[in-house]
Protein backbone atom coordinates (compact mmCIF):
# COMPACT_ATOMS: atom_id res chain seq x y z
CA UNK A 1 0.00 0.00 0.00
CA UNK A 2 1.54 3.58 -0.96
CA UNK A 3 -0.12 6.45 1.02
CA UNK A 4 0.72 9.49 0.07
CA UNK A 5 0.24 12.47 2.31
CA UNK A 6 -0.89 15.72 0.61
CA UNK A 7 -1.63 18.88 2.41
CA UNK A 8 -1.67 23.09 1.93
CA UNK A 9 0.12 24.38 5.12
CA UNK A 10 1.49 27.73 6.11
CA UNK A 11 5.00 28.84 6.18
CA UNK A 12 4.70 27.51 10.65
CA UNK A 13 3.44 24.14 9.87
CA UNK A 14 -0.74 25.41 9.97
CA UNK A 15 -3.44 23.84 7.93
CA UNK A 16 -6.35 25.43 9.87
CA UNK A 17 -7.07 28.53 11.59
CA UNK A 18 -8.30 26.92 14.76
CA UNK A 19 -9.88 23.59 15.97
CA UNK A 20 -13.36 23.11 14.32
CA UNK A 21 -12.67 25.69 11.60
CA UNK A 22 -12.71 24.49 7.56
CA UNK A 23 -9.49 24.13 6.25
CA UNK A 24 -11.20 25.84 2.81
CA UNK A 25 -9.61 29.29 3.90
CA UNK A 26 -6.55 27.98 2.67
CA UNK A 27 -7.93 26.61 -0.84
CA UNK A 28 -8.70 30.46 -1.83
CA UNK A 29 -4.88 31.45 -1.69
CA UNK A 30 -4.00 28.76 -4.37
CA UNK A 31 -4.63 29.41 -7.75
CA UNK A 32 -6.32 27.23 -10.62
CA UNK A 33 -3.04 25.82 -11.64
CA UNK A 34 -2.35 24.82 -7.90
CA UNK A 35 -5.61 23.40 -7.73
CA UNK A 36 -5.07 20.88 -10.89
CA UNK A 37 -1.70 20.23 -9.16
CA UNK A 38 -3.50 18.63 -6.48
CA UNK A 39 -7.10 16.86 -8.83
CA UNK A 40 -3.99 15.92 -10.82
CA UNK A 41 -2.78 13.53 -7.56
CA UNK A 42 -6.31 12.55 -6.97
CA UNK A 43 -7.43 11.19 -10.40
CA UNK A 44 -4.12 9.04 -10.19
CA UNK A 45 -4.36 6.92 -6.86
CA UNK A 46 -7.25 4.28 -5.92
CA UNK A 47 -8.58 6.44 -2.90
CA UNK A 48 -8.63 9.16 -1.08
CA UNK A 49 -8.52 9.35 2.77
CA UNK A 50 -9.84 12.40 5.00
CA UNK A 51 -10.70 12.34 8.90
CA UNK A 52 -14.22 13.22 10.23
CA UNK A 53 -13.16 16.49 11.18
CA UNK A 54 -12.97 17.16 7.59
CA UNK A 55 -16.37 15.77 6.88
CA UNK A 56 -17.92 17.40 9.73
CA UNK A 57 -16.28 21.27 9.05
CA UNK A 58 -15.79 21.17 5.40
CA UNK A 59 -18.49 18.72 3.79
CA UNK A 60 -15.98 18.23 1.06
CA UNK A 61 -17.23 15.96 -2.65
CA UNK A 62 -14.04 14.67 -2.67
CA UNK A 63 -13.78 14.49 -6.42
CA UNK A 64 -11.24 15.21 -9.08
CA UNK A 65 -13.04 18.75 -10.48
CA UNK A 66 -10.22 20.22 -11.60
CA UNK A 67 -8.16 16.98 -13.22
CA UNK A 68 -9.19 14.35 -16.03
CA UNK A 69 -9.01 11.40 -13.90
CA UNK A 70 -10.72 9.22 -12.54
CA UNK A 71 -12.87 9.95 -8.69
CA UNK A 72 -10.73 8.28 -6.08
CA UNK A 73 -12.77 5.89 -3.73
CA UNK A 74 -13.66 7.96 -0.98
CA UNK A 75 -12.36 6.19 2.47
CA UNK A 76 -13.32 7.82 5.85
CA UNK A 77 -12.14 6.00 8.80
CA UNK A 78 -14.20 7.02 12.29
CA UNK A 79 -14.22 5.03 15.54
CA UNK A 80 -18.07 6.15 16.67
CA UNK A 81 -19.22 6.05 13.27
CA UNK A 82 -20.87 9.37 13.27
CA UNK A 83 -21.37 10.39 9.75
CA UNK A 84 -23.95 12.71 9.19
CA UNK A 85 -26.39 11.55 7.31
CA UNK A 86 -26.79 14.67 4.99
CA UNK A 87 -23.34 14.18 4.28
CA UNK A 88 -22.13 15.38 0.65
CA UNK A 89 -20.52 11.33 0.54
CA UNK A 90 -23.09 9.50 1.40
CA UNK A 91 -26.03 11.21 -1.36
CA UNK A 92 -23.54 11.82 -4.20
CA UNK A 93 -23.17 8.04 -5.95
CA UNK A 94 -19.63 8.40 -5.61
CA UNK A 95 -17.99 5.33 -3.99
CA UNK A 96 -17.26 5.76 -0.70
CA UNK A 97 -15.86 3.28 1.88
CA UNK A 98 -15.91 3.65 5.89
CA UNK A 99 -13.62 2.24 8.47
CA UNK A 100 -14.21 1.59 11.69
CA UNK A 101 -14.09 -0.32 14.04
CA UNK A 102 -15.50 -4.26 15.13
CA UNK A 103 -17.90 -3.18 17.65
CA UNK A 104 -19.91 -0.37 14.68
CA UNK A 105 -21.17 -3.56 12.99
CA UNK A 106 -24.84 -3.41 14.19
CA UNK A 107 -24.73 0.51 14.03
CA UNK A 108 -23.35 -0.23 10.08
CA UNK A 109 -26.47 -1.07 8.95
CA UNK A 110 -28.21 2.50 9.27
CA UNK A 111 -26.61 3.29 6.43
CA UNK A 112 -27.39 0.37 4.17
CA UNK A 113 -29.51 2.87 2.84
CA UNK A 114 -26.84 4.65 1.12
CA UNK A 115 -26.06 2.34 -1.61
CA UNK A 116 -22.45 3.96 -3.06
CA UNK A 117 -21.04 3.07 0.97
CA UNK A 118 -19.05 -0.17 2.02
CA UNK A 119 -17.22 -1.21 5.11
CA UNK A 120 -13.99 -2.21 6.33
CA UNK A 121 -14.26 -3.57 9.67
CA UNK A 122 -10.78 -3.23 11.81
CA UNK A 123 -9.94 -3.15 15.35
CA UNK A 124 -12.75 -3.44 18.31
CA UNK A 125 -12.18 -0.16 20.37
CA UNK A 126 -9.75 1.99 18.04
CA UNK A 127 -9.19 1.34 14.29
CA UNK A 128 -6.07 -1.11 13.56
CA UNK A 129 -5.09 1.05 10.17
CA UNK A 130 -2.67 -1.84 9.09
CA UNK A 131 -5.36 -4.47 9.14
CA UNK A 132 -8.05 -2.04 7.71
CA UNK A 133 -5.81 -1.44 4.68
CA UNK A 134 -4.85 -4.77 4.20
CA UNK A 135 -8.48 -5.37 3.96
CA UNK A 136 -8.91 -2.07 1.20
CA UNK A 137 -6.08 -4.26 -0.70
CA UNK A 138 -7.52 -7.85 -0.77
CA UNK A 139 -11.53 -6.38 -0.68
CA UNK A 140 -11.34 -3.50 -2.85
CA UNK A 141 -8.23 -3.22 -4.79
CA UNK A 142 -7.30 -0.29 -3.13
CA UNK A 143 -3.37 0.08 -3.44
CA UNK A 144 -2.41 3.94 -3.37
CA UNK A 145 -4.23 6.19 -1.32
CA UNK A 146 -4.19 9.74 -1.00
CA UNK A 147 -4.33 11.22 2.48
CA UNK A 148 -5.55 14.82 2.53
CA UNK A 149 -6.07 14.85 6.91
CA UNK A 150 -5.87 16.80 9.77
CA UNK A 151 -3.13 16.70 12.32
CA UNK A 152 -4.46 13.81 14.41
CA UNK A 153 -4.98 11.28 11.61
CA UNK A 154 -1.76 12.16 9.88
CA UNK A 155 -0.18 11.67 13.24
CA UNK A 156 -1.67 8.84 13.65
CA UNK A 157 -0.49 6.85 10.56
CA UNK A 158 2.78 8.39 10.62
CA UNK A 159 3.57 7.09 13.63
CA UNK A 160 2.60 3.59 12.56
CA UNK A 161 5.18 3.70 9.37
CA UNK A 162 2.02 4.29 6.93
CA UNK A 163 2.47 7.16 4.98
CA UNK A 164 5.03 6.62 2.02
CA UNK A 165 5.55 10.52 1.34
CA UNK A 166 4.66 13.66 1.68
CA UNK A 167 3.44 16.49 -0.59
CA UNK A 168 3.92 20.04 0.86
CA UNK A 169 1.91 22.82 -0.82
CA UNK A 170 3.44 25.93 1.07
CA UNK A 171 1.72 28.89 1.07
CA UNK A 172 3.43 32.15 2.11
CA UNK A 173 1.39 33.10 5.27
CA UNK A 174 1.97 32.84 9.26
CA UNK A 175 -0.68 31.33 11.16
CA UNK A 176 0.46 31.15 14.96
CA UNK A 177 -1.37 30.00 17.37
CA UNK A 178 -0.29 27.00 19.83
CA UNK A 179 -3.83 25.09 19.51
CA UNK A 180 -4.19 25.74 16.08
CA UNK A 181 -4.10 22.90 13.97
CA UNK A 182 -0.54 21.57 12.41
CA UNK A 183 -0.11 18.96 9.36
CA UNK A 184 0.60 16.72 12.20
CA UNK A 185 -0.87 16.91 15.78
CA UNK A 186 -0.73 13.96 18.03
CA UNK A 187 1.67 12.88 20.82
CA UNK A 188 4.65 13.96 19.45
CA UNK A 189 8.23 13.02 19.99
CA UNK A 190 10.01 13.85 22.62
CA UNK A 191 13.52 12.50 21.45
CA UNK A 192 15.46 12.91 17.77
CA UNK A 193 15.99 9.08 18.19
CA UNK A 194 12.26 8.91 17.88
CA UNK A 195 11.22 10.92 15.21
CA UNK A 196 10.53 9.66 11.89
CA UNK A 197 12.63 10.61 9.20
CA UNK A 198 11.88 11.27 5.30
CA UNK A 199 14.03 12.50 2.32
CA UNK A 200 13.76 15.84 0.46
CA UNK A 201 12.94 14.13 -3.19
CA UNK A 202 12.19 17.47 -4.70
CA UNK A 203 11.38 21.13 -4.46
CA UNK A 204 9.26 23.06 -7.20
CA UNK A 205 8.58 26.63 -7.20
CA UNK A 206 5.52 27.76 -8.55
CA UNK A 207 4.38 31.18 -7.90
CA UNK A 208 4.12 31.99 -4.72
CA UNK A 209 4.00 28.42 -3.18
CA UNK A 210 6.32 25.62 -3.14
CA UNK A 211 5.84 22.32 -3.39
CA UNK A 212 8.38 20.17 -1.13
CA UNK A 213 7.91 16.46 -1.85
CA UNK A 214 9.84 13.36 0.72
CA UNK A 215 9.44 10.10 0.62
CA UNK A 216 9.79 7.98 3.73
CA UNK A 217 13.37 7.18 4.84
Known amino acids: MKISLVSEVSIDGKITFGEGKSSKDLFSLLSTE ?3 FIHEI ?3 VDGILVGMNTIRYDNPSL ?3 YGKGKNPIRIIPTNRLEIPKDAIILNDGVPTIIITTEMNQEKAKEYEVYQNVGFVF ?3 ENIDFTEAFSKLEN ?3 IHTIMLEGGGTLNWTLIDKNLVSEIIIIRLPIIIGGKDNVS ?3 GEGYTECKFAKKF ?3 RVEFRGNVTINNYVRA
Open 183 to 185: LVD
Open 63 to 65: TCR
Open 122 to 124: AGQ
Open 34 to 36: DME
Open 42 to 44: RGK
Open 199 to 201: NLK
Open 139 to 141: KYN
